[in-house]
């Protein structure tokens, strides 16, 4: 069962795994795509350069993303992957700016940077994106905003 099937509750392969070529760039690498069927809609699965780590997109964005090839990169601070590609030999973009260019910070809803459906991407501010940050490893109240205030000695929101 892959880590997609255990977040779903309806979850479908559809396709087996196919690799488009890029008729401009025949040597280039390029990622591998099918279909999946996540709650009686088509979703994009794309295997990264670490064939491990794979992400969704909405299908309609394939051809937007089918001549570049995609990595993951993994964000210490929140401990999240989320998806690039590069643009020029020194530009580097992330899948969720390619699509939503005009959105000045981007929140995943569900906490998961791989996950890049419409349905999970929203237009956001600063403290939006805060408050749905995933909790940090050494958290022991379990709620985002909380702190334990020794000289206090009680738990304080931010």
């Not at 001549?67 to 590609?85: A, G």
Request: hydrophobic share 30%; net charge positive; aromatic share 18%.
């Amino acid at each position: 069962m892959s880590n997609w099937q255990k977040k779903f509750e309806n979850f479908e392969v559809i396709t087996s795994w196919k690799k488009y070529k890029n008729s401009n760039k025949p040597n280039y690498k390029l990622n591998e795509y099918r279909l999946m069927k996540i709650n009686f809609k088509l979703y994009l699965k794309i295997k990264t350069q670490k064939p491990e780590i794979t992400f969704l997109c909405n299908i309609k964005y394939f051809n937007l993303i089918k001549n570049y090839t995609w990595y993951s990169i993994k964000r210490i601070i929140n401990n999240t992957y989320y998806i690039k590609t590069n643009i020029t030999n020194k530009s580097s973009i992330l899948f969720y700016r390619m699509i939503y260019s005009e959105w000045k910070m981007i929140n995943y809803i569900n906490h998961e940077g791989c996950d890049n459906c419409e349905i999970n991407l929203r237009d956001s501010s600063n403290g939006i994106n805060q408050k749905n940050y995933k909790l940090f490893k050494n958290n022991t109240s379990r709620i985002n905003g909380t702190s334990f205030n020794k000289s206090l000695n009680a738990w304080i929101f931010q």
